[in-house]
């Protein structure tokens, strides 16, 4: 059967082209070293028992051999036992009962011990057979796992076939539905396919059925056919070159089998490039929509109150008394800049995804940035009272100041939008090794931990929590981006009683020496 992966044992059967006269003339040659063994032992040795003399030949013969030699042996050894040794001698009469028993007994051992010494050398043969099957299965289930990509796994699949079964071996596969079948690998370099061998590949590919060399109906094919995969899911057919009529039952098995691993392995990344591609695709969609609906909301909105701040000046500038023309100013002043933070974070998001991002380092006192993130903090949010804790003494940072202190401020804003009024924001700054931590400690209601590891993607909204309300998804993005270019990170954790930690943490270089 075509599908039939494991054959099973067989008895002993000559290598293809040995002559089945040398192994009866070795049968006679075993069988006369016997008796001459025998003649010795009988003159010099006084040996009582000579049956076991010939019983040896006959045992090393059947270990060797086929069971039809192994039991010419036994009879070979039993008229030489009987005609040399058996009284009368010299003749195959046998004038005593107890040496009839005796000779027919030995007839009867020496070919019950040919049969078990046969197929005891015949299941040596396919131990050893279904060893180095395995070793191949094995190591080409090697090669197939360090593979990445239909390609790889398809000239990892040709040279371990080539390897194991020492035949050139060549794959075929489509480019396309529609598209014929063409040569994606050899191994080592396979001689070119006749139009008979592309053929019986392809009849091969749509039946999932081995083809060539007298199978499928196409006698003239050069190759053996062996399809990758079934016939649900084509991946293919392997064209192996085999000397003479085609493989044995034995590389016949084998073949088919790499064939099936070396299939699994190119669904398995068929469906593994397919479910990458739709990830992609809905990361990308996501990621759009998210950047409409950020640009649409964080523009409009600050355009819409300065549109009408400036309307309304411009309708009726001199009807409003100088307090309020003041503060329909500063309203304009404070989405301006609001504005122009948005499209900061933006630019600064450009720069990051496209390796842009350029570090001025230089030594800095992790206290002044700590202070100068706080203070741009309570410039922007007066009311929002902060709490801070520094080092006693003095930390130096080797860092670019200024992006560090906005990073910083990406995420005091983002405590800032989500504390209660009445709970301050407190910033821990410690060392802890060879690390600075920054801690920015809120007590909202706090993130799920199933968000956390996604709050630093890009246009991500908590959909729940404490960042469900405000924020374009940008702040916490360009703050990983940051400390993670001067080889920092950036985690969010539980806090006691409520809320959430954002630790950044930050390389601790040596301390510049000092200069006279």
């Not at 598209?179 to 392809?202: F, G, I, M, S």
């Not at 039952?249 to 068929?270: F, K």
Request: a neutral charge; charged letters at 20%; one cysteine or more.
């Amino acid at each position: 059967m075509a599908d039939r992966l494991i054959d099973p044992p067989r008895a002993r059967r000559p290598a293809p082209g040995r002559p089945v006269l040398r192994e009866y003339a070795l049968a006679t040659l075993a069988a006369l070293l016997a008796l001459a063994l025998a003649a010795v032992a009988d003159r010099y040795l006084s040996v009582a028992n000579l049956s076991l003399v010939f019983l040896t030949a006959v045992l090393a013969v059947a270990v060797r051999t086929r069971m039809t030699v192994a039991v010419y042996t036994a009879v070979l050894c039993f008229l030489g036992y009987n005609f040399f040794f058996t009284p009368p001698r010299h003749t195959l009469m046998i004038a005593d009962v107890d040496d009839v028993m005796a000779v027919s007994l030995f007839l009867v051992v020496a070919l019950v011990c040919s049969r078990l010494a046969t197929r005891l050398a015949s299941q040596v043969e396919s131990l050893r057979a279904a060893q180095a099957r395995s070793r191949a299965l094995l190591q080409l289930g090697q090669r197939l796992a360090g593979s990445l990509g239909m390609p790889a796994i398809r000239q990892a699949g040709a040279d371990a076939m080539a390897q194991a079964l020492e035949v050139k071996v060549s794959i075929l596969a489509r480019e396309g539905d529609d598209a014929p079948l063409q040569v994606v690998a050899t191994a080592p370099e396979a001689q070119a396919l006749e139009p008979e061998d592309l053929a019986a590949a392809d009849w091969s590919e749509r039946h999932a059925r081995p083809a060539g060399r007298g199978e499928g109906g196409l006698p003239d094919a050069a190759c053996w056919m062996a399809p990758l995969g079934d016939a649900g899911h084509r991946a293919g057919v392997a064209a192996l070159h085999f000397d003479g009529a085609g493989p044995d039952a034995d590389r016949r098995g084998l073949a088919l089998a790499m064939a099936r691993d070396i299939g699994l392995a190119l669904e398995r990344a068929r469906l593994a490039a397919a479910l990458e591609e739709a990830r992609v695709q809905g990361e990308t969609e996501r990621l759009r929509n998210a950047l409409l609906a950020s640009v649409s909301h964080d523009l409009r909105s600050p355009l819409s109150a300065m549109i009408g701040a400036a309307g309304t000046l411009a309708s009726y500038e001199e009807q409003l008394p100088r307090g309020e023309r003041r503060e329909l100013m500063q309203a304009i002043l404070e989405e301006g800049q609001r504005l122009d933070r948005y499209i900061q974070n933006l630019l600064d998001m450009t720069r990051l995804g496209h390796g842009g991002l350029t570090l001025r380092r230089d030594w800095v006192d992790a206290g002044e940035i700590v202070a100068g993130a706080v203070e741009r903090l309570r410039r922007l949010h007066p009311a929002q009272r902060v709490e801070t804790v520094l080092p006693r003494d003095t930390v130096l940072l080797y860092v670019h100041p200024a992006l560090i202190e906005q990073a910083l401020f990406n995420v005091l804003e983002n405590a800032a939008h989500v504390s209660p009024a009445t709970a301050p924001v407190r910033v821990v700054a410690g060392v802890a090794g060879e690390q600075l931590e920054i801690e920015v400690i809120d007590r909202g209601p706090g993130i799920p931990e199933a968000e956390r590891a996604r709050i630093f993607d890009m246009f991500h909204s908590v959909s729940r929590g404490d960042r469900a309300v405000k924020g374009t998804g940008l702040g916490l993005s360009i703050c990983r981006g940051m400390v993670g270019a001067h080889g920092g990170s950036v985690a969010a954790l539980s806090a006691e009683g409520g809320g959430t930690i954002l630790r950044i943490t930050l390389p601790l270089p040596p301390a510049p020496e000092a200069t006279a």
